[in-house]
């Protein structure tokens, strides 16, 4: 089962109230303990039990709740769909900033 499958199974199943102002805070705090880990990391001292993987994977479990509840009328298909639509816009943009910011480097030195 691919990623976004899973999360919308579990997104799905939980049932608690949350709105999307709550998951948005969620998710924060997830990527203050990513934060946390690649300090640790850089920092050479003991990860903590997730790790920097645990806490990636985190952080996508909450990206992707959040997006699968914005989309909360949307298929699990349609939810696939625009993701993967919006994701090679956003990777080919990425590709070109950080291809010139590599360019950039590589002219200043």
Request: some cysteine.
């Given at each position: 089962m691919d990623i976004v499958s899973t999360v919308f199974t579990y997104t799905k199943r939980i049932r608690n109230g949350r709105t999307i102002p709550d998951i948005l805070r969620h998710l924060k705090s997830?990527?203050?303990?990513?934060?946390?880990?690649?300090?640790?990391?850089?920092?050479?001292?003991?990860?903590?039990?997730?790790?920097?993987?645990?806490?990636?994977?985190?952080v996508i479990n909450c990206a992707l709740d959040l997006f699968i509840e914005q989309n909360s009328t949307l298929t699990?298909?349609?939810?696939?769909?625009?993701?993967?639509?919006?994701?090679?816009?956003?990777?080919?943009?990425?590709?070109?900033?950080?291809?010139?910011?590599?360019?950039?480097?590589?002219?200043?030195?």
């Open positions: 997830e990527v203050e303990e990513l934060s946390d880990e690649v300090e640790k990391f850089q920092n050479r001292v003991e990860a903590g039990s997730d790790g920097i993987d645990g806490e990636c994977v985190d699990k298909e349609e939810i696939l769909n625009k993701i993967n639509s919006i994701m090679v816009r956003k990777c080919d943009k990425w590709e070109k900033y950080y291809t010139n910011s590599i360019d950039k480097a590589q002219t200043n030195a």
